[in-house]
Nanobody, 127 residues
């Protein structure tokens, strides 16, 4: 059974930082493409960032490029999202996601490419 569990969310002031983690189990993590998505109230879920199994390929949405960094620790089966220079518009529920089929590169972050999802962790940025 695949499980993805996010943590690290919270309330932070604008300009601050947070580091999200996603611990996984039941996955062949070392060969699985992973991603972060977010969904703000009243808005559709959007892709934030993607990372290939080897970390050689990454992708960032334009709204977070230069501020967020995705990474993974394959030995620990864990995905991370370092979020710096946070803005109020980054406020959302953040979800990690895993692709069902192995390998793959990241030239976009489309939710239809991901089959497994965590429950989410809330990030709130105050102005």
């Amino acid at each position: 059974q695949v499980q993805l569990v996010e943590s690290g969310g919270g309330l932070v002031q604008a300009g601050g930082f947070l580091r999200l983690s996603c611990t996984t189990s039941g996955l062949a993590f070392t060969t699985t493409k992973m991603a972060w998505f977010r969904q703000a109230p009243g808005k559709e879920r959007e892709g934030v960032s993607c990372i290939s199994p080897s970390s050689a390929s990454t992708y960032y949405a334009g709204s977070v490029k230069g501020r967020f960094t995705i990474s993974r620790d394959n030995a620990a089966n864990t995905l991370y999202l370092q979020m710096n220079s946070l803005k109020p518009e980054d406020t959302a529920m953040y979800y990690c996601a895993a692709r069902r089929t192995p390998w793959g590169i990241c030239n976009s972050v489309d939710q239809t490419d991901f089959a497994y999802w965590g429950q989410g962790t809330q990030v709130t940025v105050s102005s």
